[in-house]
């Protein structure tokens, strides 16, 4: 072809996108989905190319993540903006570990900025302390 080929679908790691690359010859890799909740796929797509260790994130590191989120979207949006982006990003951040539903669905059923921090600083205390 004369013009450059994205590849895309399905892509949530390494192998994925070197599977991508190997099967259709494709140009570029291009990633959306895969990224919503687990920002770390491109450290872990960068490691496997420079054949580096990668390490998932922890359940602290995806709370931690969390909150940073949730403070960029407080600095950016009104408070039902704030809210409602909160509950569908973390959504997809808190799933894979014990209790996660529970969390997601006190999440969503959060309605203020306030209760949002509360949750937040609850979560953080449990993942501290039940997968130290």
């Known amino acids: ?3 450059p080929v994205i590849g895309n679908g ?3 790691g390494y192998e994925d996108y ?3 690359i190997d099967y259709t010859g494709c140009d570029g890799v291009m990633i ?3 990224a919503m909740g687990n920002p770390w796929v491109f450290q872990n797509i960068i490691a496997g190319l420079e054949n580096k260790q990668y390490t998932d994130p922890t359940i602290i590191d995806k709370a931690l993540l969390c909150k940073k989120h949730f403070n960029l979207l407080k600095e950016d949006k009104n408070e039902i903006q704030c809210v409602n982006l909160t ?3 973390f959504g997809y951040y808190l799933k894979g570990f ?3 539903s529970e ?5 969503m059923q959060s309605k203020t900025i306030e209760e949002v ?10 993942c501290s302390k039940e997968f130290d």
């Not at 969390?103 to 999440?107: L, M, Y």
């Not at 937040?120 to 449990?126: D, K």
């Open 1 to 3: 072809m004369k013009i």
């Open 10 to 12: 399905d892509v949530k």
């Open 18 to 20: 070197i599977k991508m």
């Open 32 to 34: 959306g989905r895969a």
């Open 87 to 89: 509950k569908k990003h």
């Open 98 to 100: 014990k209790k996660a």
């Open 103 to 107: 969390w997601r669905v006190k999440f």
């Open 117 to 126: 921090e509360s949750l937040l600083e609850g979560l953080i205390q449990y």
